[in-house]
């Protein structure tokens, strides 16, 4: 079954610096999407993407956070500045059409914020 | 507000008995809701969902859902349980109208199969 790779699978930053996290969706899905699970917390929805702009965020997304889709294969999450908050495991998903309602994820990026 | 609630942080079965792992959901009017399982050092993965029609909905590896409207519930079950189903197991519900259409997550329940 295709699958959803992201990378790296752990980041380690400092507080301050710029991160950015890279996915690779499945190559006929038109809908892509960043959740992070803070450790012994629920999954969050962040944002979601479709024909090349944002179509939902949540109040999670901040200005320091952008997603980009730079080459019609890679999908990414900046984070601009780090916080120590930041630290958690953050799922890619993307999914095929809206109607399908099927999201695959990827294997997630451990963020650790130091 | 939109909530799910996964009121049981570990479940634990012996293989081949059945199991159910329990979700009840709060959310404006009719739901779309979906299991996903996440095994160790894995994405989440799809089980299945409930969208409409039949509120028996069968789904990945034998697993199986109720929709219970009355009770707001979605309690996911399999009749034998498999030491390979030991895993993190996520409900999660949106509204099917309106324009708030992410998807709002229950906090997981760990499920051990105990051979």
């Known amino acids: 079954e295709p699958e959803v790779t992201q990378t790296p699978s752990h980041q380690v930053t400092q507080m301050g610096q710029e991160v950015i996290l890279r996915c690779v969706p499945i190559?006929?899905?038109?809908?892509f999407y960043w959740y992070r699970q803070i450790l012994g917390q629920k999954v969050e929805f962040l944002v979601s993407?479709?024909?090349?702009?944002?179509?939902?965020k949540s109040e999670i997304f901040d200005d320091q956070f952008s997603v980009e889709r730079p080459d019609g294969s890679n999908f990414t999450l900046k984070i601009r500045s780090t916080k120590l908050e930041d630290s958690a495991m953050y799922f890619c998903?993307?999914?095929?059409?809206?109607?399908?309602?099927?999201?695959?994820f990827g294997s997630g990026t451990q963020l650790s914020v130091l | 507000a939109q909530s799910v609630a996964q009121p049981e942080d570990q479940v634990n079965v012996a293989e081949g008995n059945p199991l159910t792992v329990k979700c009840t959901y709060s959310?404006?009017?009719?739901?779309?809701l979906f299991w996903y399982v996440q095994y160790p050092n894995r994405g989440l993965q799809f089980l299945l969902k409930?969208?409409?029609?039949d509120n028996l909905v069968k789904g990945s590896y034998g697993f199986e859902a109720e929709f219970n409207k009355s009770q707001t519930s979605f309690h996911l079950k399999k009749p034998s349980a498999l030491v390979s189903d030991s895993a993190l197991y996520f409900c999660?519900?949106?509204?099917?109208?309106?324009?708030?259409?992410?998807?709002?997550w229950g906090l997981g329940t760990s499920l051990a199969v105990n051979p």
């Open positions: 999660a519900v949106r509204q099917q109208a309106g324009n708030n259409r992410k998807l709002i």
């Open positions: 959310v404006s009017g009719n739901p779309y």
């Open positions: 409930y969208i409409t029609g």
């Open positions: 190559s006929n899905h038109l809908y």
């Open positions: 993407f479709y024909n090349n702009e944002i179509s939902e």
């Open positions: 998903a993307s999914m095929q059409r809206e109607t399908n309602e099927k999201l695959f």
